[in-house]
């Protein structure tokens, strides 16, 4: 008795079957995967500002919670005094301590690029609120607030405008004001 052969392997019509499975398999995984690359590059660009954002406000903070005294001042306050400075120039923040030379702090790399705004409010006398505005070269932008209270705050020569009664932010660069302040 002669057995019947059988043929081992897969015909033509399952090798395409297959084919086409795998490349509408590819074709929805790509429709998931791209944006999710595309959200997470934007998470991470997002995730650059903040840190820029937060970093730089938290060194305002330090600087002028302890201060012996402060003045937001479009010139240098005629008493003097004043030992440190700090305002925003060129998108960065720039200090300067003593007689020493202004400088930018932290490096051009520590900024990706971005552009810094720093607007300051008065609030009743002895707080003051202020917004660092992160823009990245694509227009994104990150805002951050900080509030503090320095019994020794005040505004020189720059006049806060109020709309009902609100005090309007000045702006650093705008607005052409520097914050002196000694510790």
């Known amino acids: 008795m002669k057995r019947a052969l059988k043929n081992k392997g897969f015909t033509m019509v399952e090798v395409i ?9 590819a074709g929805l ?21 903040v840190f820029v954002g937060n970093t730089v406000g938290e060194f305002i903070r330090d600087e002028l919670t302890f201060a012996a005294a402060i003045t937001v001042s479009a010139a240098e306050p005629a008493d003097g005094g004043f030992d440190r400075r700090m305002h925003v ?8 301590f003593g007689e020493n030379e202004p400088y930018v702090l932290y490096t051009a790399d520590f900024y ?43 505004f020189e020569g ?21 914050i002196y302040y000694k510790r």
Request: glycine residues 8%.
């Open 89 to 96: 120039e060129d998108g960065k923040l720039t200090v300067k």
């Open 29 to 49: 995984m790509g429709s998931i995967l791209v944006p999710a690359i595309r959200n997470a590059n934007k998470n991470g660009r997002l995730s650059e500002s």
């Open 17 to 25: 079957v297959v084919c086409v499975l795998i490349v509408v398999l």
């Open 112 to 154: 990706f690029d971005m552009v810094l705004e720093l607007a300051i409010t008065e609030i009743d006398g002895d707080f003051m609120a202020y917004t660092i505005r992160v823009t990245r070269p694509d227009g994104e932008y990150f805002n951050t607030k900080f509030t503090f209270k320095n019994i020794n705050l005040r």
């Open 158 to 178: 720059i006049k806060t405008i109020r709309l009902d009664g609100v005090a309007l932010p000045l702006v650093s660069g705008a607005d052409g004001f520097y």
